[in-house]
């Protein structure tokens, strides 16, 4: 039953250093997406897949791309992180097309950028 | 003006206490309206759902939604120590793959 695995769990970078967090789901979901929560802000919507091989903005884009690998798995990645990148980064799986069905989300990657 | 507003409490309330938590939304397409908790330091999960207006009851549980208000709510009765966590409302509207999400309230429930 591992649903939605994130890795990694935790991660301290340099201003200007790149990675990729990495999340996979074993539900054959179609939907998956990326969000990042910070104090006061709630979750907000990164980048999301509605389906392999498609990638979409969702409200906070800049400073990250994307890639739908596989139906499996949907990476993110930070090019140049800023400290303004520092949060708690959530990776999320739905069934349909939309999040109008139960989204199951990972543990979390709390990222900070020094 | 966010389109989901939430309080972030902290609210904190006696065992057996009956719990009121509450969103309010801008947007008249939402259509769909969630309840995710969250405990430290873990993932969302899905609590509650709820498609249009009405209510809805599982257990402690039971969601409102107010269409012509704008308002949802999520009422736990006999609230437990163990349902001490961050409570997210959550809504979108048809045909979109966006969940809005609220900034969430911290629940704290004492023996």
């Known amino acids: 039953n591992a649903g939605v695995t994130q890795t990694p769990k935790f991660q301290v970078l340099k201003t200007g250093q790149s990675m990729t967090l990495q999340c996979a789901q074993d539900m054959n979901h179609n939907s998956m997406y990326w969000y990042r929560q910070d104090p006061g802000m709630g979750l907000r919507l990164i980048y999301y897949?509605?389906?392999?091989?498609?990638?979409d903005k969702g409200e906070v884009p800049n400073g990250y791309n994307v890639s739908r690998l596989n139906k499996r798995e949907f990476s993110l990645r930070l090019e140049s992180a800023a400290p303004s990148q520092t949060s708690v980064y959530f990776c999320?799986?739905?069934?349909?097309?939309?999040?109008?069905?139960?989204?199951?989300f990972g543990q979390g990657t709390r990222l900070t950028v020094v | 003006q966010k389109e989901v507003e939430q309080d972030p409490g902290p609210l904190s309330v006696p065992e057996g206490a009956i719990v009121s938590l509450n969103c309010t939304y801008s947007n008249s397409a939402f259509q769909y309206f969630m309840w995710y908790r969250q405990y430290s330091r873990k993932g969302p999960e899905l609590l509650m759902y709820t498609y249009s207006s009405g209510n809805k009851e599982d257990g402690r549980f039971t969601a409102q939604v107010d269409k012509s208000s704008k308002y949802i709510s999520l009422f736990i009765r006999d609230s437990q120590p163990s349902d001490s966590a961050t409570y997210l409302c959550a809504m979108s509207a048809v045909n979109t793959d966006k969940l809005i999400f609220g900034t969430g309230t911290r629940l704290q429930v004492f023996p």
């Open positions: 897949s509605a389906s392999e091989g498609t990638t």
């Open positions: 999320a799986s739905s069934r349909t097309g939309g999040m109008n069905t139960e989204a199951f």
